[in-house]
């Protein structure tokens, strides 16, 4: 699971259906299965996480995984140690799955290239975050029922975003229409090769779309000054109820964390009946138990899923 690029609507498909199956599992008052007893997996996390990295373990830690958990800040990175030799030192150990989360865009890929172990992408800089979008997607089937002809409005720092690159590839497998709202800096060169509308007037984002998914600006990636100050940004692209008032309809509000509070999106819009944040986290634990098994299933013949 490198990325969403180059799945096919049917592979999407089936982690959709599948997750559906794990959500009823995780919803059991006995919350475990035994489908990936024996297999062991690695979470190496090169980049702070707090839902991506905690909803993996507990996706591998309720198919009955053995899970070892790496964190780069505290290892032997710090004393000069390459990326390869690194993840081959995790794969001597007998480690099945490899879950990597890195700052440099192709990471996972390179490392599929050079390991003999199934790779999940859990973000790589700002390439792609494809459970992210597979979780989105889920989320919006689920809220409105379909994702077939739904507008989503991706609002935010498009260029720095892994999350809106995922999403644009797997919403439009999906059938979904899909614009990118932002200021010109925060929207990448090559969008006009990606399908999607491009508005830079968040009211009429948010007048066209049925689910606007808010992005923070992603400082820590940022090398230049792409806008004169947050305030001006929050000023000009910040999500906020009065905005949300002035609609004649009701759109559905996501966000993939961490918010910014108050930068991209008042409290007062995230914290309302309007948001699925929390949905998002929810599903996502379903979705990556649904990714797990069916990479897993191709490893060995597992249980079957009961
Ligand atoms: N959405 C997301 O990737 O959040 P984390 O950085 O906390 O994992």
Redesign the pocket.
């Known amino acids: 699971m490198l990325g969403i690029k180059n799945l096919q609507p049917t592979d999407i498909a089936l982690i959709l259906e599948t997750a559906d199956r794990f959500k009823e599992v995780i919803n059991r008052p006995i919350k475990k299965v035994p489908s990936l007893r024996d297999i062991t997996i690695a979470n190496v996390f090169f ?7 905690l909803s993996f373990e507990l996706a591998e830690r309720r198919l009955s995984a053995d899970v070892l958990n790496f964190a780069a800040a505290q290892s032997s990175v710090k004393k000069g140690e390459t990326l390869l030799d690194t993840v081959n030192n995790i794969l001597a150990m007998k480690v099945d799955m490899i879950v990597i ?1 890195h700052a440099s865009p192709g990471v996972p890929h390179f490392l599929s290239q050079r390991i003999n172990a199934a790779i999940v992408n ?2 790589d800089g700002t390439h792609e ?1 494809p459970t ?1 979008a597979l979780l989105d997607a889920y989320s919006i089937k689920e809220k409105l029922g379909r994702i077939q002809g739904v507008k989503v409005a991706i609002i935010g720092d498009i260029s720095h975003s892994r ?1 809106a690159l995922s999403n644009i590839y797997a919403l439009q497998k999906l059938g979904a229409e899909v614009m990118v709202c932002g200021p010109k800096t925060l929207l990448p060169k090559h969008i006009d090769t990606l399908g999607v509308k491009v508005e830079t007037d968040v009211r009429k984002a948010l007048a066209w779309c049925d689910v606007a998914n808010v992005l923070r600006i992603q400082l820590e990636r940022q090398q230049g000054k792409y806008f004169p100050s947050l305030r001006e940004y929050t000023l000009y692209f910040g999500i906020n109820k009065a905005l949300l008032d002035e609609l004649d309809k009701e759109i559905v509000i996501m966000h ?3 918010i910014n509070r108050g930068i991209e999106l008042s409290s007062d819009v995230a914290d309302s009946h309007h948001s699925i944040i929390l949905q998002q986290v929810e599903n996502g634990v379903a979705v990556r138990m649904a990714v797990l098994y069916l990479l897993a299933e191709k490893l060995n013949p597992l249980q079957k899923l009961s």
Not at 47 to 53: A, D, F, I, K, P
Request: aromatic fraction near 0%; glycine fraction near 12%.
């Open positions: 980049e702070n996480s707090t839902r991506t990295r989360r859990a973000g975050h992210q999350v993939p964390g961490p």
